[in-house]
C-alpha cells in the first residue's frame, strides 16, 4: 500500500473512531442542552429505540370505550355480548435525515502531524455534529418544507385541528386527533393570558380517550417575548413560582402554572403557546440507523478528496393530540 492510501486509510479510521466513541452521542445531548423540549423529551424516556415496521411505526389508537356491555346486575341477570370496534392503528412514516462529510485532499496534505491531524479530524466531526443538532433543533418547531422531513410540533398541535391527517388517519373524524386550539385574537395578556391558559388545560384534561397516563400537560412552551409576559403577571400578582427541572438551568425559564414548567425556546411560532403532554409523545428512531456513518470512498471514481455519509432515522409523532393544546395569534406586550 502506498504512502497516500495508508495515510487515508489511518485517517478513515481516526474519523470514523471518533464519531462513534465521541461525536455520536454528542448529537441529541447537544441538541438538549439548547432546546427545552428535547430535554423534557430525553428526561421522561421519550426518545425511544424501535425497529419500525418496514417504511413506518404503528401505534394502537382507541377512538371509543367499550362499555356495550357494562350493566349493573341483579339475581340472574346475564351481560350482553356486544361487539364493537374501537381501535385502529396510527402509522407514521420513518423520516431519514443524513448529511455529508467531504475531507480534501490538500487539506490532509497540509495538516501533516498528529497534534494537526487529531485537530482537523475535531474540526470536522464537530461541524458535522452541529449541523445536524440545528437542523433537528429547527425542525421541531417549524416543518420543514421537504414532504421527507420529520413532523414538527406546530404540524402535529395544529391551530387547524380538524383539517388534514395524522398518522394516516383523517383529523376529522375522531376527536382524539383533534388537539385544543385557543383563538388570542382580540384579546390583552394582562385580562385574558391566564383564563386563556386555565381554559386549555381544563380542556386537555377533561378528554377521557386514549390509554393511561398523565390527564394534563406537563410541559408549556412558548416565545421568549410571551414567556416575559407571563412573568411580568405573575410579578404583579406576586404570585411567582418557579421550577428546579433540568430545563431550568439551561436559561430558557424556570417558571410553573399549576405545576407545569414554562420554557420558552428561540424557534417557537410567534404568537403562540404549546402546552404539551409528553405521555402522548414520542421520538422513535431506527436502531440500524441512529446516525450510523458510511464507508469513507473517494468522492468520484478518479479523486483523491473523499466522503462519508451520517444517516439517522426517526421522527416525532403523537398519539393522542386531544390531551394538548396551543393558543395562538396572541400579540405580546414585550418586544
Not at 490538500?106 to 495538516?111: G, L, V, Y
Request: contains cysteine; hydrophobic residues 35%.
Amino acid at each position: 500500500m502506498g504512502k497516500i492510501a495508508q495515510r487515508q486509510e489511518v485517517i478513515d479510521n481516526l474519523l470514523t473512531d471518533t464519531w462513534y466513541t465521541r461525536i455520536r452521542g454528542d448529537i441529541i445531548d447537544g441538541v438538549s442542552k439548547i432546546r427545552p423540549f428535547w430535554d423534557m423529551m430525553i428526561e421522561s424516556g421519550k426518545l425511544k429505540k424501535k425497529a419500525p415496521d418496514g417504511t413506518h411505526w404503528e401505534y394502537n389508537f382507541r377512538y371509543a370505550r367499550n362499555r356495550q356491555n357494562v350493566k349493573y346486575i341483579g339475581r340472574g341477570d346475564t351481560f350482553g355480548l356486544a361487539e364493537a370496534e374501537t381501535r385502529t392503528v396510527m402509522k407514521f412514516e420513518v423520516r431519514d435525515i443524513g448529511t455529508s462529510m467531504v475531507r480534501m485532499w490538500k487539506d490532509e496534505k497540509k495538516n501533516k502531524g498528529s497534534a494537526r491531524i487529531v485537530s482537523y479530524v475535531d474540526e470536522l466531526l464537530s461541524d458535522t455534529e452541529m449541523g445536524l443538532s440545528e437542523a433537528l433543533s429547527e425542525d421541531l418547531l417549524t416543518q420543514n418544507a421537504s414532504p421527507m422531513s420529520i413532523n414538527a410540533l406546530p404540524t402535529l398541535i395544529s391551530t387547524t385541528p380538524t383539517v388534514g391527517t395524522i398518522g394516516t388517519l383523517d383529523r376529522s373524524e375522531h376527536k382524539g386527533l383533534q388537539n385544543i386550539a385557543y383563538d388570542y385574537t382580540g384579546k390583552t395578556p394582562i385580562t385574558d393570558l391566564l383564563k386563556a391558559f386555565a381554559t386549555v388545560v381544563n380542556k386537555c384534561t377533561e378528554f377521557k380517550g386514549g390509554r393511561k397516563g398523565s390527564s394534563k400537560p406537563d410541559i408549556i412552551l412558548t416565545t421568549r417575548k410571551i414567556y416575559q409576559d407571563y412573568k411580568d403577571i405573575a410579578n404583579a400578582l406576586r404570585q411567582i413560582v418557579t421550577n428546579s427541572a433540568p430545563a431550568a438551568n439551561l436559561g430558557f425559564g424556570n417558571l410553573l402554572y399549576e405545576d407545569i414548567p414554562i420554557f420558552w425556546d428561540p424557534d417557537c411560532p410567534a404568537g403562540c403557546v404549546y402546552f404539551l403532554n409528553t405521555d402522548t409523545l414520542e421520538f422513535p428512531y431506527d436502531p440500524d440507523y441512529w446516525f450510523e456513518m458510511t464507508e469513507w470512498k473517494p468522492v468520484h471514481g478518479t479523486s483523491l478528496d473523499r466522503t462519508a455519509q451520517i444517516i439517522c432515522s426517526a421522527n416525532l409523532i403523537c398519539t393522542l393530540p386531544a390531551k394538548n393544546a396551543v393558543i395562538y395569534n396572541y400579540t405580546p406586550n414585550n418586544t
